[in-house]
């Protein structure tokens, strides 16, 4: 079942539920893919991995816009925003830890044969491409040059 339809259904049963808080998140994601698809032209379905990089895109944006809510203490609106991400991370493939994503960027620095920071456009074209979907860029960037570094 593609994302479009689960988020249709999730959304008729938040109606139902009368949950509002998730609804307004399914419709922001189902806003997102359906702005994707007429983007590209209208016979284009998009791939699952651009399904997972819509939903990276919405979370980080959540992520992003609570934490600057909690810095000016507007707390009600900070909590939605979590909220929100909450809902966007069940449709989201498992992420992997720290440790797991430290592992494959160490692997990878091997494989390409990185020595030092100068490597670290190598370093990260592979690793984006290997981890997409599974680790924030954010925690790879901060890897690879933490690993380069030595």
């Known amino acids: 079942m593609s994302l479009k339809l689960k ?51 919405a979370a980080k944006q959540r992520k992003e816009s609570a934490e600057i809510f909690q810095k000016e203490n507007r707390q009600e609106l900070a909590q939605r925003e979590l909220a929100q991400l909450e809902i966007i991370n069940r449709y989201l493939p498992k992420q992997l830890s720290a440790e797991e994503v430290e592992a ?25 491409k290997q981890l997409a979907g599974q680790a924030d860029g954010k925690l790879i960037s901060e890897l690879v040059k933490k690993l380069l570094a030595l």
């Open 7 to 57: 988020i249709d259904n999730d959304i008729k049963a938040a109606m139902l539920a009368k949950n509002k808080e998730e609804l307004d998140a399914l419709r922001s994601i189902k806003s997102m893919i359906l702005l994707a698809e007429t983007e590209k032209g209208v016979s284009a379905e998009i791939t699952s991995d651009a399904e997972n990089k819509l939903l990276m895109k």
């Open 104 to 128: 494959t960027v160490k692997s990878i620095i091997a494989q390409v044969g990185a020595k030092g920071p100068q490597d670290m456009g190598k370093v990260m074209g592979t690793a984006t």
